[in-house]
């Protein structure tokens, strides 16, 4: 009886974690069943958001295309190799970047800080590009009140949420292709529309500007704000790879949603900003496409904001696991998520977007980094440290100073650097300065500590193919 009672019980968890997409713990061997292209196509979601296109036309406009097209080559090879790193440690130990915290040199609890913020950012995202959606449609209903629009398609994204990645993936498999012909359309008009800049669009330097130099700078600060999402992104999806799938996918999921979403879109940015001299692409997408630029709006808002609600709420869904117990599973989160987003809507957060963008960007490559130092340098190198991932609280510390001390460390230098407090230059680099002092005092305090507050105790048994190898 006791034993039918556990069977019931584990089965009873099983499903629990199934619903949840696995938030609370690694995905089990048999769960890791996807391809490198599905996954890969799942994360195109957020490559394909017009934010790449707006960050294109604002660049370009403000600081020149060639330092524009430069700083977006920094920017693939940057988050590329970062999200290689990351998409490999999760597919290899099945969870993502929450979970591989816990025992990547946080601790439970502090991996608890990494969660919650992390989680407010994708909700914060998701309120930005609602916004965009939001604006573009109510240019065609201008008599409708925007709040009306901003509940509507706020609420959209809770059920095209609800089945978790299996959903997922068959929307966006399903969406990619309508998406390609818009995309592809308003490439096509763009030739044939009056242009109001008439010179060469990628040779375009407003007055004063040259190449290289601060404006260079300004063109990598504002890429060095989303760079650490993309790459830390890829965990939430890659942990359900392909065991054989596993190194070319890694690639493949670091690199071609970087290349497509600040070399494509950006590149695509560039172009339509300069030719028609605006930085919103909401004014020159319905230019080109009409009441089909808001259905291209629609369908690409949609398709990010469904990949930020569900990173949110598994994040969500870890925080309030190891602060407070609560388990209501990852559905509820979803609500949360989406009411959340809906409110910072409504309370107009894009007129905050820069003080945030700023904080978030020092923040999340600071983590990236420490994940990807951890790993490589303090697991594999210097043999500190499990070579494994464990989730758990029963065989962790709740605080690891290693990680803890060093995000607190460099997001404070890295804020105030990025506040302009240690000069241009700092100011400009703020980001990528946080992450190299981060990925420095990760590797000090794990010599200084010697490992000691990796594990309480071992796990009995660990997967050799869960194993860094």
């Known amino acids: 009886m006791k034993s039918e009672k556990k069977t019931m ?14 938030s609370l713990d690694r995905v089990p061997r048999e769960e890791r069943n996807k391809s490198w292209l599905s996954i890969t196509n799942i994360t195109f979601g957020i490559a394909t958001a017009i934010f790449y296109f707006q960050m294109g036309s604002v660049m370009a406009l403000s600081y020149g295309a060639i330092n524009a097209m430069i700083s977006s080559v920094y920017a693939i090879v940057v988050a590329g190799v970062l999200g290689t790193v990351i998409a490999y440690l999760s597919a290899k130990s099945g969870m993502n970047v929450n979970l591989l915290s816990r025992g990547g040199g946080f601790g439970y609890v502090g991996s608890s800080l990494t969660s919650l913020i992390y989680a407010s950012n994708f909700i914060m995202y998701c309120a930005f590009e609602g916004l965009i959606l939001v604006s573009a449609v109510h240019h065609f209903f201008p008599t409708l009140p925007k709040w009306i629009f901003i509940i509507v398609f706020g609420s959209i994204v809770i059920p095209l949420n609800w089945f978790g990645i299996e959903q997922l993936d068959k929307l966006q498999k399903w969406s990619m292709p309508v998406f390609m012909v818009f995309l592809i359309a308003a490439i096509v008009i763009s030739f044939y529309k009056p242009a109001v800049y008439a010179g ?4 375009y330097m407003p007055e004063g500007v040259t190449i290289g130099g601060t404006a260079l700078l300004m063109c990598i600060g504002m890429h060095n704000g989303i760079m650490g999402l993309t790459a830390l992104l890829a965990s939430d999806y890659a ?37 028609f001299m605006e ?33 949110s709420s598994l994040s969500l869904s870890n925080f309030f696991e190891n602060m407070f117990r609560f ?22 957060i894009v007129d905050h977007l820069d003080t945030m963008m700023t904080f978030q960007g020092v923040f999340l490559l600071s983590w990236a980094a420490i994940l990807v130092t951890d790993a490589l340098v303090v697991k594999k190198l210097l043999k500190i440290g499990p070579n494994y991932y464990v989730a758990r609280q029963e065989y962790l510390y709740k605080w690891n100073p290693v990680g803890v001390a060093s995000l607190l460390a460099a997001s404070l230098l890295g ?27 990760t590797v000090v305090l794990a010599i200084f500590t010697k490992g000691k507050y990796y594990l309480r105790r071992q796990p009995e048994h660990i997967h050799e193919q869960d194993r860094l190898t």
């Open 9 to 22: 019980n584990e089965f009873t968890d099983l499903n629990e974690d199934v619903e949840s997409d696995y």
């Open 200 to 203: 060469s669009v990628f040779s």
């Open 239 to 275: 942990r359900f790879l392909k065991p054989k799938d596993i190194k070319i996918g890694s690639v493949m999921i670091g690199f071609i949603p970087q290349i497509f979403c600040f070399g494509v879109m950006g590149g695509l940015g560039i172009w339509f900003g300069v030719r």
């Open 279 to 311: 930085p919103d692409p909401g004014v020159y997408i319905v230019l080109l496409l009409g009441i089909g630029g808001a259905l291209f709006t629609m369908l690409t808002q949609i398709r990010i904001n469904v990949t930020n609600i569900y990173s």
């Open 327 to 348: 388990t209501p599973g990852r559905r509820f989160w979803v609500v949360v998520s989406g009411i959340s987003a809906i409110l910072l809507m409504l309370g107009n």
């Open 415 to 441: 804020t105030l650097a990025a506040l302009g407090y240690m000069g241009i230059f700092l100011e400009s680099t703020a980001a990528f300065f946080a992450a190299l002092l981060a990925a420095i005092l």
